[in-house]
Every structure is written in C-alpha cells, then in structure tokens.
Nanobody, 119 residues
Framework: QVQLVESGGDLVQPGGSLRLSCAASGSGFSINHMGWYRQAPGKGRDLIAIISSGGNTNYADSVKGRFTISRDKNTVYLQMNSLKPEDTAVYYC???????????????WGQGTLVTVSS
C-alpha cells in the first residue's frame, strides 16, 4: 500500500526557519508531481508549492522567495524561511502517482503537520 508520511511541523518564532518532509512509501509506483498545501484555521486548503517529475517548481505569491520545494527520489521537502505568523497552518503534502501494475493514476495526501509561527 502506498502512503505519504509527513514530518517536521513545530512551533517556531517569527523570522525563523523550518523544514518539512514527506516520504512516499511502498512500491510499484512512479511519481508525477508532488506539492505542498496548507490550511489555516477557518480557511480552505491552498496550494503553495509544487514540483514536477522534471524538477520544475511553482510557488504561491504568498511564499515566493521564502519557501523552497525540493525533491529527492520519493521524498519531497519544503524549506520555509523568514516565517510569519500568517504562515501558521496545517501543511499537507500531495502526490500524483502512477501505479505500474494497474496502470492507473492515484492522488495521495499526507496526514498533515502543524506549523505554528508565534512569539
């Protein structure tokens, strides 16, 4: 069974840094693209960064220049610098997979990890 497991959420002071990780476990799949979303209290889930299988990246304007998405095989990272209180949210990773045996695509979500930016 394929699943995404996230880690790295924490309480951090404004201006600080944090790195989130998300690993896809299992076998028999390839990954098309992976991304990070976040959901602040009382708000919807928004895409903030995405990386393609070829390494192309895109960012939401709210995090551009502060956050960096990267990928190493089946693990995606989100390096977050210059954190602001408004970055407080539950962060979810997302992956678009191709299942080799059944020849179908599958979208997976991580369980979410809480990032709190506060002094």
């Amino acid at each position: 069974q394929v699943q995404l497991v996230e880690s790295g959420g924490d309480l951090v002071q404004p201006g600080g840094s944090l790195r989130l990780s998300c690993a896809a476990s299992g076998s028999g799949f390839s990954i098309n693209h992976m991304g990070w979303y976040r959901q602040a209290p009382g708000k919807g889930r928004d895409l903030i960064a995405i990386i393609s299988s070829g390494g192309n990246t895109n960012y939401a304007d709210s995090v551009k220049g502060r956050f960096t998405i990267s990928r190493d095989k089946n693990t995606v990272y989100l390096q977050m610098n210059s954190l602001k209180p408004e970055d407080t949210a539950v962060y979810y990773c997302n992956a678009d997979l191709w299942l080799i045996r059944t020849m179908r695509s599958l979208e997976l979500w991580g369980q979410g990890t809480l990032v709190t930016v506060s002094s």
